[in-house]
């Protein structure tokens, strides 16, 4: 099979975002006239893609192979350790893919295997992470260049730790590699263990200011996450309309998204999902979804020496967290008890016309989990980790 390189921009933070040229090509598929897709393999070090010459159709991409979640892990593990990270990180990041995957984040899954590995070998010599606790209960970690969820992972062990003896701390991560991860699967991980958690990360240049037609705010995600007596309440959205996941799968099933989720490289209103790269996606809720997305890439950004904007500042994604001791002011049981009530009337209002029922955010996620034995992969993403 052919190959051939055409110059890039290599945005390595993000699998499927911003690796693209003039002609709109990014990392993985890249859908040509006739319906089918062009396979992009890897951005080299000189900063240009290297394509498969390889049309496959829809179809195709739709079709899976079924792992059991044992083996999901052993592979993304096994692919890890081939490229360099070390062991320790490689059953993190195997462990976080994989939930993902049964919690239905696909996006977060092992869809993110090839990028993180991409990010990795971008990386010369990768440092040892450092945690500097600050005063007041704050506290940081230098990533060092090593992966972003090993990073945050160890960063929010160690606040977890701390948060039993005061109550609460502050804790925020940058200089990192590769994909920040879920934060919805950090905060249940935090909930599980009885914490409260508030996260946030800056993400690669994604969404159009309020108002303007350029692509320089990041997806930046927010997070707020609580243990209950149940499952884990769980509130994980991104501050644009809609996730690139959720983009990524209407480009894949050929399918239009509403008006207010994307537009053109003009500023024009577009239906068009494809436009979430040719042009911009858009804030949620418009000037309100991008007062929170500014604030998010100020937090992550010049608070922790992270990157800011398309490009006024240079530098990797950062992480902000706040956790808090679920027991902080009053009995975790009290707490609990008016939880259940509060979330039973919500269950129980009438519904709204044409409304097909009320859901607890976590809740569908947390069942899907517990009835997760196997994972199905797509044909085309088993074949891309098959050859890292």
Same mark, same amino acid.
């Given at each position: 099979?052919?190959?051939?390189?055409?110059?890039?921009?290599?945005?390595?933070?993000?699998?499927?975002?911003?690796?693209?040229?003039?002609?709109?090509?990014?990392?993985?598929?890249?859908?040509?006239?006739?319906?089918?897709?062009?396979?992009?393999?890897?951005?080299?070090?000189?900063?240009?893609? !290297?394509?498969?010459? $390889?049309?496959?159709?829809?179809?195709?991409?739709?079709?899976?192979?079924?792992?059991? !979640?044992?083996?999901?892990?052993?592979?993304?593990?096994?692919?890890?350790?081939?490229?360099?990270?070390?062991?320790?990180?490689?059953?993190?990041?195997?462990?976080?893919?994989?939930?993902?995957?049964?919690?239905?984040?696909?996006?977060?899954? =092992?869809?993110?295997?090839?990028?993180?590995?991409?990010?990795?070998?971008?990386?010369?010599?990768?440092?040892?992470?450092?945690?500097?606790?600050? /005063?007041?209960?704050?506290?940081?970690?230098?990533?060092?260049?090593?992966?972003?969820?090993?990073?945050?992972?160890?960063?929010?062990?160690?606040?977890?730790?701390?948060?039993?003896?005061?109550?609460?701390?502050?804790?925020?991560? $940058?200089?990192?590699?590769?994909?920040?991860? $879920? /934060?919805?699967?950090?905060?249940?991980? /935090?909930?599980?263990?009885?914490?409260?958690?508030? =996260?946030?990360?800056?993400?690669?240049?994604?969404?159009?200011?309020?108002?303007?037609?350029?692509?320089?705010?990041?997806?930046?995600?927010?997070?707020?996450?609580?243990?209950?007596?149940?499952?884990?309440?769980?509130?994980?959205?991104?501050?644009?309309?809609?996730?690139?996941?959720?983009?990524?799968?209407?480009?894949?099933?050929?399918?239009?998204?509403?008006?207010?989720?994307?537009?053109?490289?003009?500023?024009?209103?577009?239906?068009?999902?494809?436009?979430?790269?040719?042009?911009?996606?858009?804030?949620?809720?418009?000037?309100?979804?991008?007062?929170?997305?500014?604030?998010?890439?100020?937090?992550?950004?010049?608070?922790?020496?992270?990157?800011?904007?398309?490009?006024?500042?240079?530098?990797?994604?950062?992480?902000?967290?706040? !956790?808090?001791?679920?027991?902080?002011?009053?009995?975790?049981?009290?707490?609990?008890?008016?939880?259940?009530?509060?979330?039973?009337?919500?269950?129980?209002?009438?519904?709204?016309?044409?409304?097909?029922?009320?859901?607890?955010?976590?809740?569908?996620?947390?069942?899907?989990?517990?009835?997760?034995?196997?994972?199905?992969?797509?044909?085309? /993403?088993?074949?891309?980790? $098959?050859?890292?």
């Amino acid at each position: 099979m052919g190959r051939y390189c055409t110059p890039a921009a290599a945005w390595l933070g993000r699998y499927h975002r911003r690796l693209i040229n003039r002609k709109g090509v990014r990392r993985g598929y890249a859908k040509q006239k006739d319906t089918s897709y062009i396979e992009v393999d890897r951005i080299n070090r000189s900063g240009s893609i !290297v394509v498969r010459l $390889s049309h496959v159709t829809l179809e195709h991409l739709m079709n899976t192979t079924r792992f059991s !979640v044992s083996e999901g892990k052993q592979l993304a593990v096994s692919k890890l350790l081939k490229n360099g990270v070390p062991k320790a990180d490689a059953i993190v990041i195997a462990s976080h893919l994989l939930r993902a995957e049964c919690r239905g984040y696909r996006a977060h899954g =092992l869809r993110r295997l090839p990028a993180i590995v991409q990010a990795v070998k971008s990386v010369r010599t990768p440092g040892v992470r450092m945690l500097h606790p600050m /005063l007041g209960g704050f506290c940081f970690l230098d990533g060092a260049q090593t992966t972003g969820i090993a990073s945050v992972h160890e960063l929010l062990m160690h606040a977890s730790e701390q948060a039993k003896r005061s109550g609460a701390v502050v804790a925020t991560a $940058s200089n990192y590699v590769g994909t920040t991860g $879920s /934060l919805g699967i950090y905060g249940a991980e /935090l909930a599980e263990r009885g914490f409260i958690s508030i =996260l946030t990360c800056s993400t690669a240049y994604a969404v159009a200011p309020h108002g303007t037609a350029s692509a320089i705010l990041g997806t930046n995600p927010i997070a707020i996450c609580v243990p209950t007596h149940n499952y884990p309440f769980v509130a994980d959205l991104s501050t644009a309309a809609w996730s690139y996941g959720a983009l990524r799968e209407a480009m894949l099933a050929q399918k239009q998204v509403p008006l207010g989720v994307v537009q053109t490289i003009n500023g024009q209103p577009s239906t068009d999902p494809n436009d979430a790269d040719n042009g911009s996606q858009l804030p949620m809720a418009g000037h309100k979804g991008y007062a929170l997305g500014l604030a998010v890439e100020l937090l992550c950004g010049p608070l922790l020496g992270g990157k800011a904007g398309k490009e006024a500042v240079a530098g990797s994604n950062g992480f902000f967290a706040v !956790v808090i001791k679920s027991d902080v002011v009053r009995e975790f049981d009290a707490v609990a008890q008016d939880v259940k009530k509060l979330f039973a009337e919500i269950e129980q209002a009438p519904l709204a016309a044409k409304s097909e029922g009320v859901r607890i955010p976590g809740k569908k996620a947390s069942d899907l989990e517990k009835q997760c034995n196997e994972v199905n992969v797509a044909n085309d /993403l088993v074949t891309l980790i $098959s050859e890292l």
